[in-house]
C-alpha cells in the first residue's frame, strides 16, 4: 500500500475542491432561471462592477388624484373680467422747474410745468412755462394740447398755445412730437404758427445722469426759432435764444427732489439787438435753487 506523504495529500485535495466548483459552475449555467419561484428576473439588471443593480421603476407608486373642477379653477384663471388699459383714466403732474434764480436784473422765479389727463393712447396735455423778476412777469404761456401716441415712446401733439408776456397777448397753433430717444433723453420739437403770419419752432431735451440711486445730474438744452421780426416782442427772426441749464438734484423721494444748478441764456441776430435797446446782455449766466416735484 502507498503511503502519501503531507505534500502529495495537500495537492489530491486540493484537485478535488477545483473539481468541485467547476461542476457546480456548469451545474448554474445550464439551470433553467425561469422555474425558480419566488424570483422576478425582469426586475434585475445586467451585472454593473460585479454587483446586480435593481431595474428603475417604470411607474410611479404615489397614485395621482384625478383633476376636478375646483383644481381647474384654482390653476386657470380666467380671463374674463381683465380691464384694457386704455379706458382706464389717469393723470399726471411735474414740476420740473420750479427755482430761483440769481439774474443780473435782480431775483426770478421761473418755472416749467406740465402734466397730461387720460389712457395710454390719447391724452389731454397742458404745459405752462414762465419767469417773474423782481415781482413783474417777463415771460409766460400755456399750452394746451392733444397727444395721441405713435409708439411706446413717442406722442403727436396738436392744440393751441397762448402767450401772456411779453407784449400784448398772443395766441398760436401747435403741433409736434414729444417721446423718449435713445438712452432715455427725453425730447421736444413743436411747430408754431401764430398770427399776422409768425412761425416759430421750439426744441428741448433733458438727460438724468444717475451719481446715485438719489442723486442725479440733469443736462437740458432749449432752442427757439422766429420766421420774422416783432419788433413789440424783442423778437428777431432766425435764431433767436437759446438756455443751457445744468442741475443737480437729490431726491428726497421719488416725487420731492430739491436742486441747485446754474442756467447760461443767449439771444442771437436781431432779438439780441432789441435786447440791447433794453439795456440787457447778449448772454448771461445765473445761479438756480429750486425743487423739482411730481403727482
Given at each position: 500500500m502507498t503511503r502519501l506523504t503531507p505534500l502529495s495529500l495537500a495537492l489530491?485535495?486540493?484537485?478535488l475542491t477545483l473539481s468541485s466548483a467547476m461542476a457546480a459552475t456548469d451545474d448554474m449555467q445550464n439551470m433553467d432561471h425561469s422555474q425558480m419561484p419566488g424570483m422576478d428576473h425582469s426586475q434585475m439588471q445586467s451585472m454593473d462592477d460585479g454587483q446586480m443593480q435593481p431595474a428603475a421603476p417604470t411607474e410611479s407608486r404615489t397614485p395621482i388624484?384625478?383633476?376636478?373642477?375646483?383644481?381647474?379653477?384654482?390653476?386657470?384663471?380666467?380671463?374674463?373680467?381683465?380691464?384694457?388699459?386704455?379706458?382706464?383714466?389717469?393723470?399726471?403732474?411735474?414740476?420740473?422747474?420750479?427755482?430761483?434764480?440769481?439774474?443780473?436784473?435782480?431775483s426770478t422765479l421761473a418755472w416749467d410745468l406740465s402734466g397730461w389727463i387720460g389712457g395710454d393712447i390719447d391724452r389731454l396735455w397742458l404745459r405752462s412755462e414762465g419767469e417773474r423778476t423782481n415781482g413783474?412777469?417777463?415771460?409766460?404761456?400755456?399750452?394746451?394740447?392733444?397727444?395721441?401716441a405713435i409708439s411706446p415712446w413717442w406722442d403727436v401733439v396738436t392744440g393751441v398755445r397762448q402767450d401772456f408776456k411779453p407784449g400784448d397777448p398772443q395766441?398760436?397753433?401747435?403741433?409736434?412730437?414729444?417721446?423718449?430717444?435713445?438712452?432715455?433723453?427725453e425730447a421736444e420739437a413743436t411747430a408754431f404758427i401764430g398770427e399776422g403770419g409768425q412761425t416759430a419752432a421750439r426744441l428741448e431735451g433733458d438727460y438724468d445722469i444717475l451719481l446715485t440711486n438719489r442723486l442725479i445730474l440733469q443736462p437740458t438744452a432749449?432752442?427757439?426759432?422766429y420766421g420774422k421780426n416783432d419788433p413789440q416782442r424783442g423778437i428777431g427772426s432766425g435764431l433767436s435764444n437759446t438756455e443751457a441749464g445744468l442741475r443737480l438734484r437729490y431726491e428726497i423721494r421719488r416725487e420731492i427732489a430739491p436742486y441747485i444748478g446754474v442756467t447760461w441764456n443767449r439771444t442771437y441776430g436781431k432779438t439780441a439787438d432789441y435786447a440791447n435797446d433794453e439795456g440787457e446782455d447778449r448772454s448771461e449766466a445765473r445761479l438756480v435753487l429750486g425743487v423739482r416735484l411730481w403727482f
Amino acid at each position: 500500500m502507498t503511503r502519501l506523504t503531507p505534500l502529495s495529500l495537500a495537492l489530491v485535495t486540493a484537485s478535488l475542491t477545483l473539481s468541485s466548483a467547476m461542476a457546480a459552475t456548469d451545474d448554474m449555467q445550464n439551470m433553467d432561471h425561469s422555474q425558480m419561484p419566488g424570483m422576478d428576473h425582469s426586475q434585475m439588471q445586467s451585472m454593473d462592477d460585479g454587483q446586480m443593480q435593481p431595474a428603475a421603476p417604470t411607474e410611479s407608486r404615489t397614485p395621482i388624484p384625478a383633476l376636478t373642477d375646483a383644481d381647474r379653477a384654482a390653476a386657470y384663471a380666467s380671463p374674463s373680467g381683465h380691464k384694457v388699459h386704455d379706458t382706464a383714466l389717469n393723470y399726471y403732474f411735474l414740476a420740473d422747474k420750479l427755482e430761483w434764480q440769481d439774474a443780473d436784473d435782480g431775483s426770478t422765479l421761473a418755472w416749467d410745468l406740465s402734466g397730461w389727463i387720460g389712457g395710454d393712447i390719447d391724452r389731454l396735455w397742458l404745459r405752462s412755462e414762465g419767469e417773474r423778476t423782481n415781482g413783474k412777469t417777463e415771460d409766460a404761456e400755456i399750452q394746451a394740447l392733444w397727444g395721441h401716441a405713435i409708439s411706446p415712446w413717442w406722442d403727436v401733439v396738436t392744440g393751441v398755445r397762448q402767450d401772456f408776456k411779453p407784449g400784448d397777448p398772443q395766441t398760436w397753433a401747435a403741433l409736434g412730437v414729444q417721446g423718449m430717444a435713445l438712452y432715455n433723453f427725453e425730447a421736444e420739437a413743436t411747430a408754431f404758427i401764430g398770427e399776422g403770419g409768425q412761425t416759430a419752432a421750439r426744441l428741448e431735451g433733458d438727460y438724468d445722469i444717475l451719481l446715485t440711486n438719489r442723486l442725479i445730474l440733469q443736462p437740458t438744452a432749449e432752442l427757439n426759432v422766429y420766421g420774422k421780426n416783432d419788433p413789440q416782442r424783442g423778437i428777431g427772426s432766425g435764431l433767436s435764444n437759446t438756455e443751457a441749464g445744468l442741475r443737480l438734484r437729490y431726491e428726497i423721494r421719488r416725487e420731492i427732489a430739491p436742486y441747485i444748478g446754474v442756467t447760461w441764456n443767449r439771444t442771437y441776430g436781431k432779438t439780441a439787438d432789441y435786447a440791447n435797446d433794453e439795456g440787457e446782455d447778449r448772454s448771461e449766466a445765473r445761479l438756480v435753487l429750486g425743487v423739482r416735484l411730481w403727482f
